[in-house]
C-alpha cells in the first residue's frame, strides 16, 4: 500500500486528482470507479480545471459509479447521478452513454443489481476505483456487517450512516434508509484502488481499516488484502497511523 500524506483537503485532492489523470493519459478509454460524499469533491474540481485548460481528454473515457439511494430518480437533486452531473460530468467532455450508475428507481431491485454488475463486466472491470471512506469503515454503502457482500446488492443504511448524509437533506426524515452499491467483491476486482480522506473525525477509522484486524465489521480493512492501493489523506486523517 502507498500512503501520501497531504497537509490539508486541497493538497489531498491535488495529489488524488493527479493520479486520477495520470491514469486517464497512460489509458484514455479507461474505466474509472467514482465515488460521491464531501471526501472527492475537490478532487472533482481539479481534474475539471485541468480538463479546461486542455490538459485532459474524457472523451473516451467510462465511469460506473459506486451506489445510489433507492427510491430517488437521477433527476433528484440528492441522487448521486445529479452530483456526479454537478461536480464532474457536465464540465468534461465524457460521453453520457459512457457514465453508469446503478438505478435506485428501477421496479426490480435484484434484477437491477444483477444488471449492474454485468455492466461492469462487460466493460472488462474497473481501471482505477476511487473511494471515500464513511465513520463506520464502509465503502460504497458496503455497511459493517457479518460477511462481506459480493456484488451490487441492496443495504439497509446504518443509523450513523443516515445521520451523516442527513447534512445534505432538509430533514433527516427525507434521507432514504437503503441504497444500491457495488460489492466488495467487485471493488476489490478493480485494478487500482485509491482512497482519499480527510479531517480529524476520520483518523481512528483510518487505523482501523489500515492496521486493524480484516474483518466484515470494518468493510474497508479488506482493502489490505489488495496488490495495488493508494491512500492519499491529509495530515488529521493520518494522525493516527503508526
Known amino acids: 500500500?502507498?500512503?501520501?500524506?497531504?497537509?490539508?483537503?486541497?493538497?489531498?485532492?491535488?495529489?488524488?486528482?493527479?493520479?486520477i489523470s495520470a491514469q486517464i493519459i497512460m489509458k484514455p478509454d479507461c474505466v474509472l470507479?467514482?465515488?460521491?460524499?464531501?471526501?472527492?469533491?475537490?478532487?472533482?474540481?481539479?481534474?475539471?480545471?485541468?480538463?479546461?485548460?486542455g490538459d485532459?481528454?474524457?472523451?473516451?473515457?467510462?465511469?460506473?459509479?459506486l451506489d445510489e439511494y433507492q427510491g430517488l430518480e437521477g433527476t433528484h437533486p440528492q441522487s448521486y447521478r445529479y452530483f456526479m452531473n454537478e461536480n464532474l460530468f457536465s464540465h468534461v467532455n465524457?460521453?453520457?452513454?459512457?457514465?453508469?450508475?446503478?438505478?435506485?428507481?428501477?421496479?426490480?431491485?435484484?434484477?437491477?443489481?444483477?444488471?449492474?454488475?454485468?455492466?461492469?463486466?462487460?466493460?472488462?472491470g474497473v481501471d482505477l476505483q476511487l473511494l471515500g471512506l464513511g465513520h463506520n469503515g464502509h465503502i460504497g454503502f458496503?455497511?459493517?456487517?457479518?460477511?462481506?457482500?459480493?456484488?451490487?446488492?441492496?443495504?439497509?443504511?446504518?443509523e450513523s450512516t443516515i445521520q451523516a448524509n442527513s447534512r445534505l437533506?432538509?430533514?433527516?426524515?427525507?434521507?432514504?434508509?437503503?441504497?444500491l452499491t457495488m460489492g466488495i467483491k467487485t471493488i476489490m476486482q478493480a485494478k487500482k484502488i485509491l482512497v482519499v480522506v480527510?479531517?480529524?473525525?476520520?483518523?481512528?477509522?483510518?487505523?482501523?481499516?489500515?492496521?486493524?484486524?480484516v474483518t466484515p465489521q470494518v468493510p474497508a480493512s479488506i482493502l489490505q488484502m489488495h496488490n495495488d492501493v493508494t491512500l492519499v489523506g491529509d495530515e488529521a486523517a493520518l494522525s493516527r497511523l503508526i
Open 1 to 19: 500500500m502507498k500512503i501520501y500524506k497531504a497537509a490539508n483537503y486541497d493538497e489531498m485532492s491535488c495529489k488524488a486528482a493527479n493520479i
Open 33 to 53: 470507479g467514482l465515488a460521491t460524499g464531501s471526501s472527492p469533491i475537490g478532487t472533482y474540481r481539479q481534474l475539471v480545471e485541468w480538463y479546461e485548460k
Open 56 to 65: 485532459l481528454d474524457f472523451a473516451a473515457v467510462t465511469s460506473v459509479n
Open 94 to 124: 465524457i460521453a453520457p452513454e459512457h457514465t453508469y450508475l446503478p438505478n435506485g428507481a428501477a421496479a426490480d431491485i435484484e434484477e437491477e443489481c444483477t444488471h449492474y454488475d454485468e455492466i461492469i463486466q462487460k466493460l472488462g
Open 142 to 158: 458496503n455497511e459493517p456487517d457479518e460477511a462481506f457482500a459480493k456484488g451490487t446488492h441492496r443495504v439497509d443504511l446504518k
Open 169 to 179: 437533506f432538509d430533514s433527516i426524515d427525507e434521507v432514504p434508509r437503503h441504497a
Open 198 to 213: 480527510s479531517g480529524a473525525d476520520k483518523a481512528e477509522i483510518v487505523k482501523q481499516a489500515f492496521q486493524g484486524p
